[in-house]
């Protein structure tokens, strides 16, 4: 990721395999590959911040089980960031949810995710 098109390029295609990843196309491990060893995941900000590949395979985990679907609303790409809107369903039994998160990742000289943070609340959540 040297240049500018090509560190945007990078970051953009990060950003869909998360998307795809996060929306049942993948494992926990397969999402805790996107992120460099010592990432930050703090998903809702003000929450716990999880530290560490295990750390935010455990986080990750959480979901693994469930029926997901995601899919990418906006997206913006600047220097090693990127802040994207996404819708994420997810149906556990007769119980379906759908949040809008926006999230916000910084990327390190070799285009691992070295931070995300999520911006949701309850408010961003409705029952369906």
């Known amino acids: 990721m040297t240049t500018a098109p090509g560190r945007a390029q990078a970051i953009t295609e990060t950003v869909h395999r998360y998307i795809?990843?996060?929306g049942g196309g993948g494992d926990a491990d397969a999402l805790v590959g996107l992120y460099a060893a010592d990432a930050t995941v703090e998903d809702p900000v003000g929450g716990e911040v999880h530290i560490g590949h295990q750390a935010i395979r455990n986080f990750y985990g959480a979901i693994s089980g469930l029926d997901r679907k995601a899919e990418l609303v906006s997206l913006?790409?600047?220097?090693?960031?990127?802040?994207?809107?996404?819708?994420?369903?997810?149906?556990?039994?007769d119980h379906r949810m759908r949040i809008?998160?926006?999230?916000?990742?910084?990327?390190?000289?070799d285009g691992k995710i070295?931070?995300?943070?999520?911006?949701?609340s309850a408010e961003n959540?409705?029952?369906l």
Do not use: H, S
């Open 100 to 109: 809008e998160p926006i999230d916000v990742m910084v990327f390190d000289g």
């Open 114 to 120: 070295a931070g995300m943070k999520a911006y949701w």
């Open 20 to 22: 795809e990843l996060v």
């Open 125 to 127: 959540i409705t029952q």
């Open 76 to 93: 913006r790409v600047a220097g090693n960031e990127a802040a994207f809107q996404f819708a994420l369903t997810i149906t556990n039994g």
